[in-house]
């Protein structure tokens, strides 16, 4: 398919400040609807010490195409929680449906950065459940696995979770740093991508093995967009 030209979410909320997807789309089989987490970053914070106030927003659709975003009176925004707002200092939340979850209550989960603040009483990168999408419990911290090649590993913020339903496994795409001339640290390495994978969700990851890092083909074409 095409990319559709029209835009999916508008930030028209005074809640809504850089919206962007460090989130995640997708159908959910139970209410057949298009469901979206967006994220939206508030500068200056909210609340001290962070220096930005994240707020993961909620926005559903029935053909994928038109978005609405419903008020879910969840979560205070200066005084009303007239918002889509899902989960307050919060930010890059990957949430997929669990077809091994034990309970429907936990049919849902995500993985996500939490911030200072949150409601879910924890910071990090953790792991929360859901049944219905809206409504989210803390299960635990992200269980960090080995880096294959210790040189390559430091763990930040920027991940991706998913089920995997060839393999029957969840995987994991977790930030690398490998060597090269163009680096963003004093050590001179720059970010790349690494896999792991487990059987049972959050336990016995795999060592992250690096498969993606960039070459002299995409510092070329970044220089050309330049």
């Given at each position: 398919g095409k990319p559709r030209e029209e835009v999916a979410i508008r930030a028209t909320e005074p809640w809504e400040k850089w919206?962007?997807?460090f989130g995640s789309v997708f159908r959910d089989p139970k209410?057949?609807?298009?469901?979206?987490?967006?994220e939206s970053a508030i500068f200056p914070s909210l609340k001290p010490p962070d220096?930005?106030?994240?707020?993961?927003?909620?926005?559903?659709?029935?053909?994928?195409?038109?978005?609405?975003?419903?008020k879910l009176g969840l979560y205070d925004f200066k005084g009303s929680k007239a918002n889509n707002i899902v989960l307050p200092h919060a930010e890059l939340a990957?949430?997929?449906?669990?077809?091994?979850?034990k309970e429907d209550a936990g049919r849902l989960k995500m993985f996500v950065y939490l911030q200072n603040h949150s409601p879910l009483k924890a910071a990090g990168e953790v792991l929360a459940s859901s049944g219905d999408g809206l409504?989210?419990?803390?299960?635990g911290g992200f269980n960090r696995p080995a880096y294959a090649n210790p040189k390559q590993g430091n763990f930040t913020d920027s991940h991706h979770f998913t089920w995997d339903p060839i393999a029957r496994r969840y995987l994991a795409y977790v930030r690398t740093f490998d060597q090269s001339h163009?680096?963003?640290?004093?050590?001179?390495?720059?970010?790349?991508?690494?896999?792991?994978?487990?059987?049972?969700?959050n336990k016995n990851w795999t060592p992250i093995v690096q498969v993606l890092t960039p070459d002299a083909k995409d510092d070329?074409?970044?220089?050309v967009f330049k």
């Amino acid at each position: 398919g095409k990319p559709r030209e029209e835009v999916a979410i508008r930030a028209t909320e005074p809640w809504e400040k850089w919206p962007h997807l460090f989130g995640s789309v997708f159908r959910d089989p139970k209410d057949g609807l298009y469901k979206m987490y967006y994220e939206s970053a508030i500068f200056p914070s909210l609340k001290p010490p962070d220096s930005f106030t994240c707020l993961i927003c909620y926005a559903e659709s029935k053909d994928g195409k038109v978005w609405t975003k419903p008020k879910l009176g969840l979560y205070d925004f200066k005084g009303s929680k007239a918002n889509n707002i899902v989960l307050p200092h919060a930010e890059l939340a990957n949430i997929f449906v669990d077809p091994l979850a034990k309970e429907d209550a936990g049919r849902l989960k995500m993985f996500v950065y939490l911030q200072n603040h949150s409601p879910l009483k924890a910071a990090g990168e953790v792991l929360a459940s859901s049944g219905d999408g809206l409504n989210w419990k803390l299960v635990g911290g992200f269980n960090r696995p080995a880096y294959a090649n210790p040189k390559q590993g430091n763990f930040t913020d920027s991940h991706h979770f998913t089920w995997d339903p060839i393999a029957r496994r969840y995987l994991a795409y977790v930030r690398t740093f490998d060597q090269s001339h163009v680096a963003e640290a004093k050590d001179g390495r720059r970010r790349a991508v690494g896999i792991t994978h487990c059987k049972e969700l959050n336990k016995n990851w795999t060592p992250i093995v690096q498969v993606l890092t960039p070459d002299a083909k995409d510092d070329a074409q970044v220089a050309v967009f330049k």
